[in-house]
């Protein structure tokens, strides 16, 4: 089963910074091109920023760009979303999961974990 864990959210004051974790037990990450993505109350999930398999090609949206770095360990089997500059309006519970490709958007599949909530106070 494709189901990635999150970890790393937390509450901060708007400005601050927070690094998430995404982490799988049983497969392989670099196997897998991998999206983060996050959904706000009564809001749609919406893709935050996605890295290729060897991270030589990364994609963010347009909120993030700028405060949002995203990077992969494979040899850690684990990918990071590096949060600074927060503000209220990037709180959400956030995912990650393998995705199709990463271009300007970045399908999903598998199924969704628990996902990490990121609460930012102004």
């Known amino acids: 089963q494709l189901q990635l864990v999150e970890s790393g959210g937390g509450l901060v004051q708007s400005g601050g910074s927070l690094r998430l974790s995404c982490a799988a037990s049983?497969?392989?990450?670099?196997?897998?091109?991998i999206g983060w993505f996050r959904q706000a109350p009564g809001k749609e999930r919406e893709g935050v920023s996605c890295?290729?398999?060897?991270?030589?090609?990364?994609n963010y949206a347009d909120s993030v760009k700028g405060r949002f770095t995203i990077s992969r360990d494979n040899a850690k089997n684990t990918v990071y979303l590096q949060m600074n500059s927060l503000k209220p309006e990037d709180t959400a519970v956030y995912y990650c999961?393998?995705?199709?490709?990463?271009?300007?958007?970045?399908?999903?599949?598998?199924?969704w974990g628990q996902g990490t909530q990121v609460t930012v106070s102004s």
């Open positions: 049983r497969l392989t990450l670099g196997y897998y091109i």
């Open positions: 999961a393998p995705v199709f490709s990463c271009g300007s958007s970045w399908p999903p599949f598998g199924s």
């Open positions: 890295i290729s398999r060897t991270g030589d090609s990364i």
